[in-house]
Structure formats: structure tokens, C-alpha cells
């Protein structure tokens, strides 16, 4: 089974630019979460979805938003970028369920100069 | 506030040298906690899932284990692929909550 895929792997982008990344779960998993990973902050969670409805918020500005289609895929998107949004942003699936183990895509690696 | 502390931030080890990884978490009730692996540059890999005191689970040469406070990753007679970043992270039975994880322990194994 494939695993989740996210894409593009690798962005550079400028501050007050756009950005949107892609996640396709893995086939069958209807849960997609979004985490930024820095060194300084580790991982931190940035939002859920699931049956195309966030199901859950992390703590950061409304410049980050999301969205999930009818296949599962995900898209998250960050307006007016600003050089502390250069992360790693992970996206994780899982079924949906209470319990459920998450699994990672590789990640797109986003640089803001 | 659900919280994760993960010591020690590094560890050097030489070739077959066993050692332990501490995850120490605080939550109001425990769904689960998870154990990753993570390479650099690259997502992190699932090792394990733990859901209660007691509970032990084993892959390889890791075996986690699991109290009510903390979690500890046993890492037996390592070799240099085990190289890597182990991150915990652990999920509260309140609603909807999502994953809260550690920094991470960043493991280096010397041939």
C-alpha cells in the first residue's frame, strides 16, 4: 500500500508570497493532520481534517488554513509568509479513529527568504 | 495542558552499547503514546503505540515500555543504522485532542 505522499518536497519562497502544499493519505485513511516542525519548536500541530470538515485548531495565526476534498487529499495553504514559517510541514494520516496511529509523508521542506 | 519532555536531547553510543530513552509525559487521560522514528530530512517512521501502564512492545532491537508518567525506548546492543532522531508523543482521551510531542532525542551510534 502506498504510503502518504506530499508534494512539492522542496520550496523557496519570499516574505508576503503564497504557498500551498499537497498531502495524499495513504488509500482508506480519511484523517489528515498538518504539523510544522522547526528546530527550536519541534512538532506542533497545526490542524485536522476529516470527512472534509477541521475537526481540530493548533494555536497559530489565521494565515494558515487548510482544506480537505471528497478523496481524502489535503491542501494546506500559508498567505503573506514571513521568514519564521520556514519548516519542515509534515502531513499524517490515520483512519479517524479514537487511538489511531498516524502515519507521516516525508514532508515539503519550505524556505522564506 | 498536555505535555511531553524527552531526555536525554542526545545520546552517543558506541556499537552494541545498550542504553534507555525517557519520555516523561503529563496528561489528563492517556489515549495513546506513540514512539517515532525520524532521519534527517524526512518524516518520521512509526515504531510503536502503547495505550496502558504495563504494556510493553517490541521491534528488533527496541522495546518500549510504559508507566502512568513516563515511557522508555530500550535500545539493545545498537548498531550505526539505528542513527537517528526517537521522538514520543502522546494523545489525551479529552474530545477530539491532538498529538503532543517531545523534542526528540537525537541518537548517535559510533561503529
Known amino acids: 500500500k502506498a504510503g502518504v505522499t506530499q508534494t512539492p518536497r522542496y520550496l523557496i519562497k519570499t516574505r508576503g508570497q503564497q504557498v500551498t502544499l499537497s498531502c495524499s493519505p495513504i488509500?482508506?485513511?480519511?484523517?489528515v493532520s498538518w504539523y510544522q516542525q522547526t528546530p527550536g519548536q519541534g512538532l506542533q500541530f497545526l490542524f485536522e481534517?476529516?470527512?472534509?470538515?477541521?475537526?481540530n485548531k493548533g494555536n497559530f495565526p489565521g494565515r494558515f488554513s487548510g482544506r480537505q476534498f471528497s478523496n481524502s487529499r489535503s491542501e494546506m495553504n500559508v498567505s503573506t509568509l514571513e521568514l519564521g514559517d520556514s519548516a519542515l510541514y509534515l502531513c499524517?494520516?490515520?483512519?479517524?479513529?479514537?487511538?489511531?496511529?498516524?502515519?507521516f509523508g516525508p514532508g515539503t521542506r519550505l524556505l522564506v527568504l | 495542558e498536555d505535555q511531553v519532555t524527552q531526555s536525554p536531547e542526545a545520546l552517543r553510543l558506541q556499537e552494541g552499547e545498550s542504553s534507555s530513552l525517557n519520555c516523561s509525559y503529563t496528561?489528563?487521560?492517556?489515549?495513546?503514546l506513540f514512539w517515532y522514528r525520524q532521519d534527517p530530512g524526512k518524516g518520521p517512521e512509526f515504531l510503536f503505540t502503547?495505550?496502558?501502564a504495563g504494556e510493553e512492545k517490541e521491534k528488533e532491537r527496541l522495546k518500549a515500555t510504559l508507566t502512568k508518567k513516563e515511557s522508555f525506548l530500550h535500545i539493545t546492543a545498537p548498531k550505526p543504522e539505528d542513527s537517528a532522531t526517537y521522538l514520543c508523543?502522546?494523545?489525551?482521551?479529552?474530545?477530539?485532542?491532538?498529538?503532543?510531542f517531545g523534542k526528540g532525542t537525537r541518537l548517535s551510534v559510533i561503529a
Open positions: 499524517a494520516s490515520s483512519l479517524g479513529r479514537f487511538q489511531e496511529t498516524q502515519y
Open positions: 488509500s482508506g485513511h480519511r484523517s
Open positions: 481534517y476529516f470527512s472534509e470538515t477541521q475537526r
Open positions: 496528561v489528563s487521560g492517556l489515549r495513546g
Open positions: 502503547l495505550y496502558s
Open positions: 508523543a502522546v494523545q489525551g482521551n479529552s474530545g477530539n485532542t491532538p498529538l503532543v
